[in-house]
Nanobody, 121 residues
């Protein structure tokens, strides 16, 4: 089994910063892409940021210049540094990882349990 455990959410004022972490553990062969998604009440889940195993990154337009995704391959951990937070960033943030099995025969997408980020105006 593979688990993704997130941490770092909370309540912050407009303009503040938060750092999310997500650690993958369990029967992991290797990790391809890792990323962060978010879902606000009444809205669909959207991709916020993603990073490949080689370090290439991709962001949704609304967070470019404010959020930074990074990963520590030795720790199987992905981070999301969120600066200049806005009320519209309020959502449940989910970690995602595409992981090869230890046998190398298949890969799956795994999700964390979600962490709440609330930005007050």
């Amino acid at each position: 089994q593979v688990q993704l455990v997130e941490s770092g959410g909370g309540l912050v004022q407009t303009g503040g910063s938060l750092r999310l972490s997500c650690a993958a553990s369990g029967r992991i062969g290797s990790i391809n892409s890792m990323g962060w998604y978010r879902q606000a009440p009444g809205k669909q889940r959207e991709m916020v940021a993603a990073i490949t195993s080689g370090g290439s990154t991709n962001y949704v337009d609304s967070v470019k210049g404010r959020f930074t995704i990074s990963r520590d391959n030795a720790k199987n951990t992905v981070y999301l540094q969120m600066n200049s937070l806005k009320p519209e960033d309020t959502a449940v943030y989910y970690c995602n990882a595409n992981i090869w099995s230890m046998t190398g025969f298949y890969k799956n997408d795994y999700w964390g349990q979600g962490t709440q980020v609330t930005v007050s105006s």
